[in-house]
């Protein structure tokens, strides 16, 4: 019931910011808590950030708190992730997430529909 695409993905420099939008169309977006994964070469998938369905709460990976801030605007179904000061260990293609309840989880199998990714890489 919802289709997510990525946007905002590219070629930065260490310590630069970067903000990746994904946009969702479908008719329950509103109650779905969202989530961002990040998947390098070689490597598994892993968690980034999640907020719950009504923005109240949110959860990072220890990698990335303090660095990254993951918001929503349910009026305009967009899921934002503000990164600061990037490290070239962020390098990876950024996956977005919905999960049909509204509580968040840190799990990839913990959500059911997922965005194509947008690249992210961050030069040393």
């Known amino acids: 019931q919802v289709q997510l695409v990525e946007s905002g993905g590219g070629l930065v420099q260490a310590g630069d910011s970067l903000r990746l939008s994904c946009a969702a169309s479908?008719?329950?977006?509103?109650?779905?808590?969202m989530g961002w994964f990040r998947q390098a070469p070689g490597k598994e998938r892993e968690f980034v950030a999640a907020i719950s369905w009504s923005g109240g709460s949110t959860y990072y990976a220890d990698s990335v708190k303090g660095r990254f801030t993951i918001s929503r605007d349910n009026a305009k179904k967009t899921v934002y992730l503000q990164m600061n000061s990037l490290k070239f260990e962020d390098t990876a293609v950024y996956y977005c997430?919905?999960?049909?309840?509204?509580?968040?989880?840190?799990?990839?199998?913990?959500?059911?529909?997922w965005g194509q990714g947008t690249q992210v890489t961050v030069s040393s």
């Open positions: 997430a919905s999960r049909r309840l509204g509580v968040v989880v840190r799990t990839a199998s913990g959500y059911d529909y």
């Open positions: 479908g008719r329950t977006f509103s109650s779905y808590a």
